[in-house]
């Protein structure tokens, strides 16, 4: 399984991102899909799943603020990160688990700064 992230950038503070994930083989093959970042000198951080029912599961302190959504026609998992602050600045990836295997995609950067 090959995940390919992508969206990320530069946003001002209270800026909107949309991240996309995009998967090499059908996404409801898989268990569930999540988002994570990790920021430097920090541990990388789970923000939000969605599982091949679509269920949806959050990090407390990103509930309200990010979205995670599928597009199963696409293969594509999204987070959408609203209301931006200068702490998500970090490199966000994407994992895919199928069973007992774990997948990661290459992070891509969110940046924010004024």
């Known amino acids: 399984v090959q995940l390919q992230a992508s969206g990320g950038g530069l946003v001002q503070p209270g800026g909107s991102l949309r991240l996309s994930c995009a998967a090499s083989?059908?996404?409801?093959?898989?268990?569930?899909m999540s988002w994570f970042r990790q920021a430097p000198g920090k541990e990388r951080e789970f923000l939000a799943s969605?599982?091949?029912?679509?269920?949806?599961t959050y990090l407390d302190s990103v509930k309200g603020r990010f979205t995670i959504s599928r597009d199963n026609a696409e293969n594509t998992v999204y987070l959408q990160m609203n209301i931006l602050r200068p702490e998500d600045t970090a490199a966000y990836s994407c994992r895919a688990r199928i069973f007992e295997r774990t997948y990661w995609g290459r992070g891509t950067q969110v940046t924010v700064s004024s």
């Open positions: 969605i599982n091949v029912a679509g269920r949806t």
């Open positions: 083989i059908n996404i409801l093959d898989l268990n569930d």
